[in-house]
């Protein structure tokens, strides 16, 4: 079964947009993705949601899970598994459907994803003014 709905993007053109944007992060950061799995899913499973404390979908548009960069650069990182971002389409194409409207919203939660990947936490990136 697809997500197959009236929004703009085809989960390809979705992919595509996730895609994109990771290939704008800077060169020098580059080194650190390879720790972390970027794929797209229709919306947050039920584990996700309740980790979360999202009741539906709501406005979860990106999840990280996982261990940070700094974590893993202190002390011994065997075994670790890599850390995942996932990035739902359905909630992000019900919310902007307009094609440029929609891409400018995936880069910015693929971004904000990395952020949490690199140690960031929501407070200082509310501190910082990215929300």
Same mark, same amino acid.
């Given at each position: 079964?697809? #997500?197959?709905?009236?929004?703009?993007?085809?989960?390809?053109?979705?992919?595509?947009?996730?895609?994109?944007?990771?290939?704008?992060?800077?060169? %020098?950061?580059?080194?650190?993705?390879?720790?972390?799995?970027?794929?797209?899913?229709?919306? !947050? #499973?039920?584990?996700?949601?309740?980790?979360?404390?999202?009741?539906?979908?709501?406005?979860?548009?990106?999840?990280?899970?996982?261990?940070?960069?700094?974590?893993?650069?202190?002390?011994?990182?065997?075994?670790?598994? !890599?850390?995942?971002?996932?990035?739902?389409?359905?909630?992000?194409?019900?919310?902007?459907?307009? !094609?440029?409207?929609?891409?400018?919203?995936?880069?910015?939660?693929?971004? %904000?994803?990395?952020? %949490?990947?690199?140690?960031?936490?929501?407070?200082?990136?509310?501190?910082?003014?990215?929300?």
């Amino acid at each position: 079964m697809t #997500d197959a709905s009236p929004w703009q993007a085809s989960i390809a053109d979705f992919d595509d947009a996730v895609a994109e944007a990771l290939g704008e992060v800077p060169e %020098h950061l580059r080194a650190y993705l390879d720790t972390v799995q970027v794929v797209t899913a229709p919306v !947050p #499973d039920a584990g996700q949601r309740r980790r979360m404390g999202v009741r539906g979908t709501g406005g979860l548009y990106g999840l990280y899970e996982g261990w940070p960069v700094p974590d893993r650069l202190v002390g011994d990182s065997t075994g670790m598994t !890599p850390s995942v971002i996932t990035v739902f389409r359905i909630p992000l194409r019900r919310d902007y459907p307009e !094609p440029a409207e929609l891409r400018r919203q995936i880069r910015r939660t693929v971004f %904000h994803e990395l952020a %949490h990947h690199f140690g960031i936490d929501d407070d200082a990136l509310r501190a910082w003014g990215a929300y």
